[in-house]
Each structure stands twice: as C-alpha cells, then as structure tokens.
C-alpha cells in the first residue's frame, strides 16, 4: 500500500524556517518524482513546488522561489521541504504528493504550518 | 500562467441525481488535467486523469471529458459519499494550477 506520511509542521514565528519531511513507503521511492501542494485554511489548492525522480531538477512557484527548498534522500525514501523567510500567508496544510506521469496520483494526509508571531 | 477557472462554486442535488462540473483553462492544456475529490478534513484523491481516464479504484459513476481549453466531470447517480469538494488541475505546464473548487453537497 503506497504510504506518505508528513511531520514537521507547527506553529513558527514570520522570518523563521521550518522543515518538513514526508515518508514514503510501498513503492519505489527513486522512481518518481514528487510534489508538495499546499491549501490554506478554508481555501484550495495550491501547487508548491516538484523535484525529479533524481533529485536533478526542481520546479518552483514564483511566491516560494528563493525561500522554499524542495529535496530528497532516496536512500531514507523521504522528501523534504526547507521553508525560509516563512510569512503569515505560508499558513496552510502542506501535502506531498506522489507524481506519476506528471500526475498527483498519491497524498499524504498533511502537515499544518502556521505562520503567526 | 496557465488560469483554471473553475463552476459552479458550490452544487446542491439530490440522491441518484447526475451533476457536472466544469473547468475552463486560459490556454490550450492538450488534455493535460486531472480531477480531484477532497472530503472534509481528508487529504484530495485523484479521481481522473487526461482529462477522461478513471484512476485505479474510482467508481465508473465518475467520468470526465473535454478538450483543448475546456473540460468537465460527470457524476451519475449521486451517491452520499459523493459529497466532497471537486478540483480540477491543469499538469501541462508549470506552473501546475488548481480550480478555486465545487462543493457539492446533498439537497
């Protein structure tokens, strides 16, 4: 059964970092690529960033570029998202998706970010 | 960017009824979309991908079609677990876009 399980999330103050991780099991984590999608509260869905199957290529939306960093570790089957300089419209439930054929095929249950002093 | 404009924004019907749902893109997608269902406080699920093809598991009452710039999904014979937001999502070029969602709820 393929698994994607987030952590990480919480309550951080605007400028600050915070890292997220997501844990992927039942299926071969170096084949795929991966996304994050992000939905603030009562809003929908918005595409975050994608890294390849590789980790070579990365793809950002313009408001996280430069702050957010999206990488893995295929050998502990995890994805990762460093988010820097976090602002207060960064509050949302962050969700790491697999991609199969650039299709979000499979989702972790979430983790809560907010971004509040 | 490539726009997803997304109607209606809310949906009521009843029981057994069919609904539709209709996503328009800015530009041309070449059936590069995927329709997803998300129940409250549950994470979206992939319903259908290029624009017609029934994901793995999905019930055959959900279908989709359309081309070039717009799009829709069907549901026939609305069933209670059916209420959900609907989402549709263009993947034919970065950066991915979302509709704003259908709610669809029970008459």
């Known amino acids: 059964e393929v698994q994607l399980v987030e952590s990480g999330g919480g309550l951080v103050q605007p400028g600050r970092s915070m890292k997220l991780s997501c844990a992927a099991s039942g299926f071969t984590f170096n084949n795929y690529d991966m996304a994050w999608v992000c939905q603030a509260p009562k809003k929908g869905l918005e595409w975050v960033a994608t890294i390849s199957y590789d980790g070579s290529s990365t793809y950002y939306r313009d408001s996280v570029k430069g702050r957010f960093t999206i990488s893995r570790d295929n050998a502990k089957s995890t994805l990762y998202l460093q988010m820097d300089s976090l602002r207060s419209e960064d509050t949302a439930t962050y969700y790491c998706a697999r991609l199969t054929s650039y299709v979000m095929d499979a989702w972790g249950q979430g983790a809560s970010v907010t971004v509040s002093s | 960017d490539i726009q997803m404009t997304q109607s209606p924004a809310s949906l009521s019907a009843s029981l057994g009824e069919t609904v539709t749902i209709e996503c328009r893109a800015s530009?041309?997608?070449?059936?590069?979309l995927a329709w997803y269902q998300q129940k409250p406080g549950k994470s979206p699920q992939l319903l259908i991908y290029n624009a017609n093809s029934l994901h793995t598991g999905v019930p055959s009452r959900f279908s989709g079609s359309g081309s070039g710039t717009q799009y829709s999904l069907k549901i026939n014979s609305l069933q209670s677990e059916d209420v959900a937001s609907y989402f549709c999502?263009?993947?034919?070029?970065?950066?991915?876009?979302f509709g704003a969602g259908t709610k669809l709820e029970l008459k």
């Open positions: 530009e041309d997608i070449y059936n590069g």
């Open positions: 999502q263009q993947y034919y070029d970065y950066p991915y876009t």
